[in-house]
């Protein structure tokens, strides 16, 4: 199915210079945010507790805060909507350290008279915990960055894996800019959320790769920026139809999944909208300002051929026991 029949090749390098002053600018952006609002690590990273509260009717937020304000447990903790006015979260920065006391109890009893509510969900986390799991998010991220790179460059050639890191840590960049903006609880649904967007992007880039290596070997064109506009322009089908059926899920679990799995969406939504938008405006514009030479490379792949074809001249000749 080709939802675009291209008769010439569509002049993406041409768009290049643009498009690569606009990921500048959303990445320093983005870090900015990281340096100056930081991200809003949830319970999973720093530890802490949360007790989610159902109510009949709409939930008296303003009643609740009186009630637990008098109690040191809860002392700085918060208490916000949970996608629906009857719903309620309580956030308290520190986790019961005690066995014997059960902290959805204590919310209860000091609830008691505010309406007819039900606990539905206690999570607790330590604080080393926490930092454990932080840690070894980034290690996850870290070591998948560097599977990736050892990949494409084992798979292509070292500028093909150059370029296809930078367009990931461009596409990560943003989608953490994008989680600090709107002040998202950072928990390790989001980290999946972002292990899923690498492995999004990585596809998408590995297949426009793959075209343009076809490209190279294939035509006798030897205009780098010729080759990619066609290799893009020939994948463009494919790419559209990829990422509008993963957008139209990833909406619907947007707006329609709960608040439980609000922040996973959002990730997802901006991740597959940038890796999109970078496998075809950032990751291919790499290959050229790393100096890719499409003489040359055609040049060792003529010789790795002539040496295997040399490798399988000598077995056969000790087959036959010329050797």
Same mark, same amino acid.
């Given at each position: +199915?080709?939802?675009?029949?291209?008769?010439?090749?569509?002049?993406?390098?041409?768009? %290049?210079?643009?498009?690569?002053?606009?990921?500048? +600018? +959303?990445?320093?952006?983005?870090?900015?945010?990281?340096?100056?609002?930081?991200?809003?690590?949830?319970?999973?990273?720093?530890?802490?507790?949360?007790?989610?509260?159902?109510?009949?009717?709409?939930?008296?937020?303003?009643? +609740?805060?009186?009630?637990?304000?008098?109690?040191?447990?809860?002392?700085?903790?918060?208490?916000?909507?949970?996608?629906?006015?009857?719903?309620?979260?309580?956030?308290?920065?520190?986790?019961?350290?005690?066995?014997?006391?059960?902290?959805?109890?204590?919310?209860?009893?000091?609830?008691?008279?505010?309406?007819?509510?039900?606990?539905?969900?206690?999570?607790?986390?330590?604080?080393?915990?926490?930092?454990?799991?932080?840690?070894?998010?980034?290690?996850?991220?870290?070591?998948?960055?560097?599977?990736?790179?050892?990949?494409?460059?084992?798979?292509?050639?070292?500028?093909?894996?150059?370029?296809?890191?930078?367009?990931?840590?461009?596409?990560?960049?943003?989608?953490?800019?994008?989680?600090?903006?709107?002040?998202?609880?950072?928990?390790?649904?989001?980290?999946?959320?972002?292990?899923?967007?690498?492995?999004?992007?990585?596809?998408?880039?590995?297949?426009?790769?793959?075209?343009?290596?076809?490209?190279?070997?294939?035509?006798?064109?030897?205009?780098?920026?010729?080759?990619?506009?066609?290799?893009?322009?020939?994948?463009?089908?494919?790419?559209?139809?990829?990422?509008?059926?993963?957008?139209?899920?990833?909406?619907?679990?947007?707006?329609?999944?709960?608040?439980?799995?609000?922040?996973?969406?959002?990730?997802?939504?901006?991740?597959?909208?940038?890796?999109?938008?970078? %496998?075809?405006?950032?990751?291919?514009?790499?290959?050229?300002?790393?100096?890719?030479?499409?003489?040359?490379?055609?040049?060792?792949?003529?010789?790795?051929?002539?040496?295997?074809?040399?490798?399988?001249?000598?077995?056969?000749?000790?087959?036959?026991?010329?050797?």
């Amino acid at each position: +199915m080709e939802l675009f029949k291209a008769t010439r090749s569509l002049p993406f390098m041409g768009k %290049s210079k643009i498009a690569i002053v606009i990921s500048i +600018m +959303m990445v320093l952006g983005s870090y900015a945010l990281l340096f100056t609002k930081g991200m809003n690590f949830g319970i999973d990273f720093v530890g802490g507790t949360i007790v989610q509260v159902k109510y009949e009717g709409s939930a008296p937020i303003d009643e +609740m805060r009186k009630r637990l304000s008098g109690n040191a447990l809860f002392e700085g903790s918060s208490i916000n909507e949970f996608g629906s006015p009857d719903e309620v979260v309580i956030r308290l920065k520190n986790s019961s350290e005690s066995v014997t006391q059960d902290i959805g109890d204590t919310v209860r009893e000091k609830l008691a008279g505010t309406g007819k509510f039900e606990i539905r969900r206690v999570d607790i986390v330590g604080a080393k915990v926490g930092s454990e799991l932080r840690e070894k998010g980034i290690m996850a991220l870290t070591l998948a960055v560097l599977g990736i790179l050892i990949y494409v460059a084992f798979r292509f050639e070292w500028r093909f894996a150059v370029a296809s890191v930078l367009a990931l840590v461009h596409d990560i960049s943003i989608a953490m800019g994008a989680i600090a903006l709107v002040g998202l609880d950072v928990n390790l649904d989001v980290l999946a959320a972002l292990l899923t967007v690498l492995g999004y992007s990585i596809n998408d880039t590995i297949i426009v790769f793959d075209r343009i290596r076809e490209g190279i070997t294939d035509s006798k064109e030897t205009n780098l920026e010729a080759i990619i506009d066609e290799s893009i322009t020939k994948t463009l089908s494919r790419t559209t139809l990829t990422s509008l059926t993963t957008l139209f899920v990833v909406i619907i679990l947007f707006a329609f999944g709960g608040e439980i799995i609000h922040a996973f969406a959002f990730t997802l939504l901006v991740g597959i909208g940038i890796g999109t938008y970078s %496998s075809i405006f950032v990751a291919s514009p790499i290959l050229k300002w790393f100096g890719f030479d499409v003489k040359n490379y055609r040049a060792k792949l003529s010789q790795k051929a002539a040496r295997e074809a040399e490798k399988e001249r000598l077995r056969a000749q000790f087959e036959q026991g010329i050797v």
